[in-house]
């Protein structure tokens, strides 16, 4: 008997999942929703995305997520499905519905449904808005922050517009499951003059021999992480140097610490890289000053009386 497609991976259809998705004003359950087989972000990842880590109850850095939805929609001429306030409201409401205290949601937006051809469409489409939200196991966050994690480099083979948060993310699926296959958790991109780039979906950080903190400054070679711009804006209050230039391989692997960053993950130590011990294979002194410096900043968000 010839298996059908509810049974691979153990996804069972007629199993209800208990959770709630949010897709073109309906809230719908999550194994019911969808889009139409149309879509241009399915068609042609002709989409942008947005994740928002929840904790303690709380959207954190809400304004700068939408910020960034709000410029990458721009760049790719969609437009805005709804007025902020109401997708802030909406946003909340999905969270309501699934009881997610600690977790992320995540916010696709689509340039619409179209008869598919390659060029868009001459006139506006509708945007197709599709929200999902769901919980996240704090002990496995809590351990990587705590022990770090193994990094492995891959070639850099992305678009040259890095800096949009587009849903085309074919190489960076790639590099990561390289990594995992490789026992790692991360990739650092590395492009054809051998610069780190960022991770498949992280921003990457050293500690030079000097004691600076370094990260690749912002071009079309990296996305505007929100965790980013909070890290850098917390050390300007602090005694920590930033620099924001390219570092080599050769130079991450020499220095003193190494660290990612993302929404979903706040600051992670890196320990190896390509198997190669970074300083003394345990999170070092700078990273774990960085760590509390956004965890003040976030717990600071969480308390603020405008969280939701």
Request: charged letters at 25%; one cysteine or more; a positive charge.
């Amino acid at each position: 008997m010839t298996a059908g497609p509810e049974r691979f991976h153990g996804w069972n259809r007629r199993a209800p999942s208990g959770r709630t998705a949010y897709v073109n004003g309906r809230y719908v359950p999550h194994a019911q929703a969808h889009v139409h087989i149309e879509d241009r972000g399915l068609q042609f990842a002709d989409a942008i995305y947005e994740v928002w880590r929840v904790a303690r109850g709380h959207l954190l850095d809400e304004a700068e997520h939408f910020d960034r939805m709000d410029r990458s929609l721009r760049e790719l001429d969609i437009c805005l499905p709804m007025a902020r306030a109401a997708l802030s409201f909406v946003v909340r409401e999905l969270l309501r519905r699934n009881k997610v205290d600690e977790g992320l949601v995540y916010l696709q937006i689509t340039r619409g449904t179209a008869r598919r051809d390659h060029a868009a469409p001459n006139h506006l489409l509708r945007p197709n808005v599709i929200l999902t939200a769901r919980r996240l196991n704090t002990a496995i966050a809590d351990k990587r922050h705590d022990e770090g994690v193994h990094v492995i480099t891959r070639p850099d083979q992305r678009w040259a517009r890095c800096d949009i948060k587009s849903t085309a993310l074919l190489p960076n699926v790639l590099a990561k499951t390289a990594a995992r296959n490789a026992g790692a958790f991360e990739a650092w991109l590395v492009d054809r003059e051998g610069r780190v780039t960022e991770g498949s979906s992280t921003t990457a950080w050293i500690v030079d021999r000097e004691g600076r903190i370094v990260t690749p400054g912002l071009s079309n070679a990296i996305l505007p992480g929100v965790t980013r711009q909070v890290v850098l804006r917390a050390a300007a209050d602090t005694q920590l140097t930033v620099v924001e230039r390219f570092f080599n391989i050769q130079e991450a692997c020499s220095a003193r610490e190494c660290f990612l960053t993302a929404a979903t993950l706040g600051v992670i130590p890196v320990t190896t890289l390509d198997g190669r011990t970074i300083g003394d294979g345990k999170p070092g002194p700078v990273t774990r000053r960085v760590q509390e410096l956004y965890s003040h900043e976030t717990l600071l968000k969480a308390e603020s009386p405008d969280s939701l």
